[in-house]
Each structure stands twice: as structure tokens, then as C-alpha cells.
């Protein structure tokens, strides 16, 4: 093939590219729901989003839009990372409440329920703590948390006190080897949910984890964990299920999701979709195209419809993690574009939104 062809074809490519791109980034912004079209006006259960301070303070380029779209749509907010310890008292004895203090004021403010994620991930720890030894470190733990849930008692309705403490050792699933585990010894998470319960009795305190939508092993071991915590009279209510559903991975079908949470569900606690995005593009599609639009629509609507097996009782809600496709940290996860969440960039109302607004308005 001559060598200016090849350019051609190449400049073709690049231009396809781009008009992808700028139908993803540059969409019409006219197109905000009805007020009749609004997700937590219609659900029986509350419909949270995951967010940031910054996103909501005035003067932020787009705080109006973000803040009406939020207002229209959503009853209950979670902060995406400012509850996490590295963000508070990433300094050992400092502690910044500022964008927590934020999203709790907002929350009160706005008549908003407020889900804190999360008071102990291996994840969120700062690095300096994994040099303490065990009983400093048990000690500093407990300062930590009692620092938070001191400030916000009253204010906070709910804690994921413990997140994601299992991880896949080869052969099953097993407790993953932290800092908690290693200097707190395998009763730390019974420990945290005892100690959290003293310092707030009336705050809800939640277990979180991802794969809890499949049965299996990992459901199994999560199950066994709450048995054995309900038993022994720790305060637990309820089970925050990480709903970060990729086409590039195995996913289960409607009828399993609703397997697992019925599983779930039969233990008597609160039942969270605590984190939920949907990326429906398996890296083939170049841009956010139709195609992926109505697939992640038909995901929303198995997820919401499988949720409607909780009983009505021990529905605690859905969260969406994130507000606006550019927001979600799926964007720094995947190499192709992934438009997971319900809004566009713009805040316009995606197929998903009404895939979603259609099974409320069908169950609930």
C-alpha cells in the first residue's frame, strides 16, 4: 500500500477518534429529567451517590448543575474518599476534617441521609502506620476511629465500618494479610464494630465488600463472617455489597444476582448496594456509542430489578458511585472510554437513568 494512502487512512482513523470524543465530552446540556422523572421520588428505598466537596462548593465552574442535577435525583450522599483515614490523618496526630466537615454540613443541611465510607481499609491506611508496632498501632486505630465518630455523632445515620477484608489466596478466599490482621490479630474486625457501636449506639455500622453479587466462595466465606459476628452478639446491621459491574470480566445474570442476594438478605440484616457503576464496554468500542448506551441501560435495569428480591424492610438503598461519567474512577482504571455512571459530563439523563426510573416505577 503507497505511503500516502496508508497517511490517509491514518488521518480517517484519527478523525473518527475525535468526533467520538467530542460527542462523548461535548454533549447538549438541555436535557435534564422532568421533575416527575426523579429517582428518589419514585423508589421505596433511598438512591445515594458517591461524592466530593469540591464538586459542591460555590464557585466550583459547575457547582449549580452538579448540585440541582444531585438535588433532583438523590436523597443520600457518601463521601467518595474524604472519610478515608489517609485523607483525614494521612500525618500521624493531624487530622483535617475539612471535606469531611464539608459533606456532613451539606448533608444536614440539604436534609440528606449520610453514609460514611469507611473507617478501616487496608487501602485507606497511611503508610507510617504500618511501621508501629502492635499495640501502638491497635491504640492509634482506636484513636482514629474514635475521632471520627466522636465529631459526627448524631450527624452520621451510617458507617461501612469494616471494608473488604477478604482477598483470593490461590485457592479460596481467606482474611487478606493487613496490617489489621497482622498486628490486631483475626478478631479486629469484631474488635472495630464493638468499639464504633460504644462510641455512636445509634449509627448503623455496615460490612462492605465487591463480589457479593455472585454466589460462591466469596459470598459463602462473607456469610460465615456475619453468622459468626450475629452470634457472638457483635453489633452489625447491615451488608454494603460493591456493585462494580465490567464488561470485561465475568458477570453474573439477573437470576444470580438475585440468588446472591437473597442469600444475603437471609441473614436478617440491612442490604446496601453501597458502590455501583456499569461499565458496559468490553474495550472494543472506541467511543461512548448507542450500543453501549442500551447495554448499560439493560445491566441498570438487572441490578435495580435484582434488588427488588431484598425485602422491603431490609432495603437500605442503592448508591451510585459517582454522579457524572468524567467523575468515576473507572476513567483511570480502563484504557478505552467507559461512561459508567448515570449522567453524562454535562449531567444530562443517560438510557441508564431511564432503565433505572422504569424498574422503580414498575416494583416499587
Known amino acids: 500500500m503507497p505511503a500516502s494512502k496508508k497517511l490517509w ?9 475525535m468526533i467520538g470524543g467530542i460527542q462523548f465530552f461535548l454533549q447538549d446540556s438541555n436535557n435534564f429529567p422532568s421533575d416527575d422523572d ?18 459542591l462548593k460555590e464557585g466550583h465552574e459547575d457547582s449549580d448543575i452538579y448540585r440541582t442535577t444531585l438535588f433532583h435525583s438523590f436523597n443520600s450522599i457518601s463521601p467518595e474518599f474524604e472519610f478515608k483515614q489517609y485523607a483525614i490523618n494521612g500525618e500521624r496526630d493531624v487530622f483535617d476534617f475539612n471535606g469531611s466537615d464539608y459533606l456532613v454540613n451539606f448533608a444536614q443541611e440539604n436534609n440528606l441521609r449520610m ?48 471494608n473488604e477484608a477478604f482477598y483470593w489466596n490461590g485457592t479460596g478466599f481467606s482474611f487478606e494479610p493487613t496490617s489489621y490482621l497482622e498486628k490486631m490479630g483475626p478478631d479486629y474486625i469484631a474488635d472495630m464494630f464493638r468499639y464504633t457501636h460504644s462510641l455512636d449506639p445509634d449509627a448503623l455500622l455496615f460490612y462492605s465488600d465487591y463480589g457479593l453479587r455472585f454466589t460462591g466462595q466469596k459470598l459463602d466465606v462473607v456469610k460465615a463472617l456475619i453468622k459468626n459476628l450475629l452470634d457472638d452478639g457483635v453489633p ?5 455489597i460493591h456493585m462494580h459491574y465490567t464488561n470485561t470480566e465475568d458477570a453474573p445474570d439477573l437470576a444470580e444476582m438475585q440468588a446472591a442476594l437473597t442469600e444475603l438478605a437471609d441473614l436478617g440484616l440491612l442490604i446496601h448496594i453501597s458502590e455501583m457503576d456499569v461499565v458496559a464496554n468490553d474495550g472494543s468500542h472506541l467511543w461512548y456509542d448507542n450500543v453501549l ?17 431484598v425485602p422491603e424492610d431490609q432495603q437500605y438503598g442503592i448508591t451510585l458511585w459517582g454522579l457524572r461519567d468524567g467523575d468515576s474512577w473507572q476513567n483511570d482504571r480502563m ?23 422504569e424498574v422503580l416505577k414498575e416494583y416499587g
Open 115 to 162: 453514609h460514611a465510607h469507611t473507617l478501616i481499609w487496608d487501602e485507606s491506611l497511611p503508610e507510617w502506620m504500618n511501621d508501629l508496632n502492635p499495640t501502638d498501632f491497635t491504640n492509634y486505630t482506636k484513636k482514629w476511629v474514635k475521632n471520627v465518630v466522636t465529631r459526627y455523632k448524631g450527624n452520621i445515620t451510617s458507617y461501612d465500618v469494616v
Open 236 to 240: 452489625i446491621h447491615g451488608i454494603g
Open 335 to 357: 484504557s478505552f472510554p467507559v461512561g459508567p455512571l448515570l449522567f453524562d459530563n454535562n449531567c444530562n439523563p443517560k438510557p441508564a437513568y431511564y432503565g433505572f426510573l
Open 38 to 55: 426523579s429517582l428518589c421520588q419514585d423508589a421505596p428505598f433511598p438512591i445515594g451517590v458517591a461524592t466530593q466537596s469540591w464538586y
Open 9 to 17: 487512512i491514518g488521518l480517517i482513523l484519527i478523525l473518527i477518534i
Open 293 to 309: 448506551k442500551e447495554e448499560q441501560q439493560r445491566i441498570v435495569e438487572d441490578i435495580v430489578t435484582a434488588y427488588f428480591s
